[in-house]
């Protein structure tokens, strides 16, 4: 099987993660078990996941010109993902993304930093990569103004779009109609689908807008009626990261070709496996585990 090209544009950090027992309510001090640094950011995230799935991955994003950019660029790069188009910005710190894990999920709080110069002018200069790609990936960890800008080029090279809006933010109508996929969870749903029946908006964009409901599966709309594409049991460590494998194996697999339903059940085993290990990127997983994990 080819490898399918994808391009990520997105957010690159250090994740700055504690554990504790429970999050504190405001004004409160808890003590708290572990600490520990770890490369993240939804863009690397995705990028990193896509690559140990087998996909040929260039990101596209900006670091800071400081220790924390040197280590997030060399954890791209030991994971087979291509930098050519990461760009150590100066006078600016890297992003970072500060994670309470207690109570078995996650809290987080991003500092965007040096991510916010991933500018519509800045992707531009990768077009004659992203003529190139099976698939363009993008959150919302970058300017809105880069994720229309995106949308728009997309559409006007033929290439499809895999837009994870995460962070939740409204999205323009035009962003939405020329997006090919969009993986909101259900509370980034709520947001962008504000008064709308969830169900609706799935029948509105069928084989488009694909809701993630956590260890419930993903609910999408075939044109037919509304498909349950159920996740996999498992013992949960930490479920940060979980939605960005979950986009990068989907992102993986339907670039291959691979038809819609075969995607989604790929993409929630390897979310599933993701969330046994440390850390955004220490549970993500290989191919082939994700594909002995789906014989089993």
Same mark, same amino acid.
Do not use: W
């Given at each position: 099987?080819?490898?399918?090209?994808?391009?990520?544009?997105?957010?690159?950090?250090?994740?700055?993660?504690?554990?504790?027992?429970?999050?504190?309510?405001?004004?409160?001090?808890? #003590?708290? &078990?572990?600490?520990?640094?770890?490369?993240?950011? %939804? *863009? =690397? @995230?995705?990028? !990193?996941?896509?690559?140990?799935?087998?996909?040929?991955?260039?990101?596209?994003?900006?670091?800071?010109?400081?220790?924390?950019?040197?280590?997030?660029?060399?954890?791209?790069?030991?994971?087979?993902?291509?930098?050519?188009?990461?760009?150590?910005?100066?006078?600016?710190?890297?992003?970072?993304?500060?994670?309470? #894990?207690? &109570?078995?999920?996650?809290?987080?709080?991003?500092? %965007? *930093? =040096? @991510?916010?110069? !991933?500018?519509?002018?800045?992707?531009?200069?990768?077009?004659?990569?992203?003529?190139?790609?099976?698939?363009?990936?993008?959150?919302?960890?970058?300017?809105?103004?880069?994720?229309?800008?995106?949308?728009?080029?997309?559409?006007?090279?033929?290439?499809?779009?895999?837009?994870?809006?995460?962070?939740?933010?409204?999205?323009?109508?035009?962003?939405i109609e020329k997006a090919a996929y969009l993986t909101p @969870?259900?509370?980034?749903?709520?947001?962008?689908?504000?008064?709308?029946?969830?169900?609706?908006?799935?029948?509105?964009?069928?084989?488009?807008?694909?809701?993630?409901?956590?260890?419930?599966?993903?609910?999408?709309?075939?044109?037919?009626?509304?498909?349950?594409?159920?996740?996999?049991?498992?013992?949960?460590?930490?479920?940060?990261?979980?939605?960005?494998?979950?986009?990068?194996?989907?992102?993986?697999?339907?670039?291959?070709?691979?038809?819609?339903?075969?995607?989604?059940?790929?993409?929630?085993?390897?979310?599933?496996?993701?969330?046994?290990?440390?850390?955004?990127?220490?549970?993500?997983?290989?191919?082939?585990?994700?594909?002995?994990?789906?014989?089993?």
């Open positions: 099987m080819k490898k399918p090209k994808i391009a990520v544009i997105g957010s690159s950090s250090m994740d700055l993660v504690v554990t504790s027992k429970r999050r504190p309510l405001a004004g409160e001090t808890v #003590l708290g &078990e572990t600490f520990e640094t770890v490369p993240g950011g %939804k *863009g =690397a @995230n995705q990028a !990193v996941a896509a690559a140990r799935l087998g996909a040929d991955v260039h990101m596209i994003g900006c670091v800071g010109d400081d220790a924390y950019g040197k280590e997030i660029l060399d954890n791209l790069k030991s994971n087979g993902v291509k930098t050519g188009y990461v760009k150590p910005v100066t006078h600016q710190k890297s992003g970072t993304a500060h994670i309470i #894990l207690a &109570e078995g999920d996650n809290s987080i709080v991003v500092v %965007k *930093g =040096a @991510n916010d110069f !991933v500018t519509p002018d800045y992707v531009k200069e990768a077009m004659s990569l992203l003529k190139e790609c099976d698939l363009i990936m993008i959150q919302q960890e970058v300017p809105e103004e880069t994720v229309l800008e995106t949308a728009r080029l997309c559409d006007e090279i033929g290439v499809p779009l895999l837009l994870n809006p995460a962070p939740a933010r409204e999205i323009p109508d035009e962003v @969870n259900e509370h980034e749903a709520g947001i962008l689908f504000k008064g709308q029946e969830l169900s609706k908006a799935l029948s509105n964009y069928p084989n488009k807008l694909l809701i993630t409901e956590g260890a419930a599966g993903v609910r999408y709309h075939d044109g037919s009626r509304e498909q349950l594409i159920p996740s996999f049991p498992v013992k949960v460590v930490d479920t940060t990261g979980a939605g960005d494998t979950f986009n990068a194996a989907f992102g993986t697999a339907i670039a291959e070709g691979q038809n819609m339903k075969e995607s989604l059940r790929f993409a929630n085993r390897a979310a599933s496996l993701s969330v046994t290990g440390f850390g955004a990127q220490g549970g993500m997983p290989t191919r082939d585990e994700v594909e002995r994990g789906l014989a089993e």
